[in-house]
């Protein structure tokens, strides 16, 4: 049986998940493979701290002692950030090591240099796990919808985000609270900005478009916008509309280009997304041959990503063992526009507030009326103070015909307030 | 450019979709593979018949012009059936051609000797298309959660059975009046026998639960329960339970061997599975790494299926292209025993009809601790006559508990219906 052996850089959550998956599948593993695959060397910063199957695998400090191997066929790259990963991955690839990675900030940022030299040296460079967790969406993207012609993503793709909208839904609590409940819970990182204000979900579905629409989607095409302003009132709104509000990473191949944005949403209730609750994740997908699609799983944790990361292992033994002479690039021959934030097209839900007078509706609808929008929906509630709080949900329109009507309406002095607008996806209403 | 020459035994549903995406998509599969993939000649029993793409596609009424054709690389059997389709396939392989098949009642009966045939002379066979139509299961199995072991299949892999059990349930009618609807809107066949009582449901299920054990299970080894006996009081009384009821393949690797079974069952209304609606599959697996992952889409129908059938002719281009020296094959290294019926454990919904006099409820309560079974739930309604109906749910106890309670309970006088008996999944209620 062909040995294969691994080194890890890093070795934390996924990394030790990857160990515990290699080490207690071991004969499944190589029953399935014809391999014998194993850790031969993990590279950590402490070699003092206790680690789990510290008998099993070497730890070194030094990270020359993976990457400079002969031994070593495989590199995983799970330590996370840019640099030093960056670095140790390319002269991994120097070196002749087929690479594992687990990195979406880096694939986000430099994926087209990593990629190229992985190419120049004919070596894998694989990265399912960086994308929702166990759920294999790069695998499906890559080889088992490639005979579609992809129309849409739709992604309930970070695990910290959903989980606190789950909670404010499911119990009616505001944001603040649940965000603090979440990092006590370990669900939220101490400064949770790059979770709460989607900045995650869009690293991700910038991989994620690149590959479906084989286009180069960079983060900073992705449109963002977090969920810090969602408020429990919305959410009661919503749920009034036979809606929920997720954080929506959407990708649509538009005849006039790709719109790559990440928002909160209002989603109907019978859509196969609104039941993913709590830390879960799914892709949606839409495409010419298979209609719809949907993938559900873990997003995040040791295990599922553990699960990722050694399916790519394996896929790579199997190229191995197979002496493939092919190595799986990134192939973007599309080479479409980005389409700019003020030309998607959605429906809007808005929450104001106005003097409770006549004619005060009758205006209000005439500065929509004049930007070209007008109503599926409205919810008129009476508040005291003379004031009424309402609730309109436009019919499609551009982002820049609400600008307008926005613009019209934030300077009529019978408005009290604007306390939010939110996106409206699939029809939803 | 490589030029991959593909014949079609069959151009039926399966068959003209396979055509319209090859045809389609030919520029973006092209370059996504490196290969020129184009159908040389289709197989056809009839060729005065018109059919798609009869400009671009040869058509013959003799199969050896395709399997004797060496300069066909690929053939794809999408005509269904036991022969003439089997023995087309074994001399295929012995032509050295690649087989990608759609037929699960082929695979369900002789997959062990055509896996073995297609090893002998180190050629592919696959079947993505087999089982869930669009829904890439198999390389998910195969591929994906290669590093898993897997605990539990639960799927909706029955379209027809699917689409009547969801309108009996959102429109509150009864199972022979959807029947005949589906039959006139092409849902379900002249001939319903095999969706309706679970035996294409088993099929399925054979072909996943040994892909997903490594063992092998056969369609005799599936238990297998159909819908018909469920009626629009049934779903009626699930809803009050806050489940509904679908028709599992379900398949669990337990301590004391593999449970694989097709039966109707109510389910919990917040599982994964329970917003699958109409003709959508999905499957639901568990592993010990990833934890929970559900799969969704279309189960059937042209062009979901043609997107199977497609992926696995990419997946063999790309062996090709790479020259490859392994075959994938299947491997059953597991020999476990398959657990008799009368072994399963499951809480039950058990719906009644007894006399409304004292001390009734008090015996057949008896009967049932006799068994050594204790209730989870109970609903009675009153009903005419001095009969009252009653809902039972007990907690999980053996079939063979069940039986013998029911058996106690038939002879009893006060008795004087069991109108049905039907499984509880997941913790339902």
Do not use: W
Not at 237 to 256: F, G, P, Q, S, T
């Amino acid at each position: 049986m062909k040995r294969i052996n691994i080194g890890l850089l890093g070795y934390g959550t996924v990394g030790s998940g990857v160990a515990t998956i290699l080490i207690n599948n071991q004969y499944d593993i190589s029953t399935r493979t014809g391999s014998n695959i194993s850790i031969k060397k993990a590279f950590v910063r402490n070699l003092l701290k206790e680690r789990p199957f510290s008998e099993q695998i070497a730890f070194t400090n030094n990270p020359d002692e993976i990457i400079e191997d002969p031994e070593i066929d495989i590199i995983v790259e799970v330590m996370g950030g840019i640099e030093p990963a960056r670095s140790y991955i390319i002269k991994s690839l120097q070196r002749g090591k087929h690479i594992v990675t687990a990195n979406k900030d880096l694939l986000a940022l430099h994926g087209d240099e990593l990629f190229q030299i992985a190419e120049q040296n004919k070596r894998e460079l694989c990265f399912e796990a960086s994308v929702a967790g166990g759920i294999p969406i790069i695998a499906a993207i890559k080889q088992s919808l490639t005979a579609n012609r992809l129309f849409s993503i739709m992604g309930i793709i970070n695990g910290t985000t959903n989980y606190i909208l789950s909670a404010m839904t499911e119990q009616g609590r505001d944001f603040q609270d649940v965000l603090q409940e979440a990092q006590e819970l370990g669900y939220a990182e101490a400064d949770p900005t790059s979770d709460i204000e989607g900045i995650d979900a869009a690293r991700k579905l910038a991989i994620l478009s690149t590959l479906a629409f084989n286009t180069k989607v960079n983060l900073s095409d992705v449109f963002v916008e977090g969920i810090t302003k969602i408020t429990a009132t919305d959410i009661q709104y919503a749920k009034e509309l036979d809606c929920v509000i997720k954080l929506l990473a959407i990708a649509k191949n538009r005849k006039r280009g790709i719109e790559v944005r990440v928002h909160p949403a209002l989603l109907p209730k019978n859509h196969p997304l609104a039941t993913v609750s709590g830390v879960y994740n799914a892709i949606y997908l839409t495409g010419d041959a298979i209609g719809e699609a949907m993938f559900y799983g873990q997003g995040a944790g040791s295990l599922p990503t553990g699960s990722a990361v050694v399916s790519d292992i394996i896929q790579i033994v199997k190229n191995i063992a197979s002496e493939s002479k092919v190595i799986d690039s990134i192939n973007n021959y599309r080479n479409y526009p980005i389409k700019a934030a003020y030309d998607f097209t959605t429906s809007y839900y808005i929450r104001l507030k106005v003097k409770d007078e006549p004619r005060v509706f009758a205006t209000m609808a005439l500065y929509f009326a004049e930007a070209g929008i007008s109503f599926k929906s409205i919810i008129q509630k009476p508040r005291s103070n003379n004031n009424a709080e309402i609730v309109l949900v436009t019919h499609p329109c551009k982002e820049s015909q609400l600008r307008q009507a926005l613009d019209s309406l934030s300077s009529y002095e019978k408005l009290d307030k604007i306390y939010n607008v939110i996106r409206l996806e699939a029809n939803c209403i």
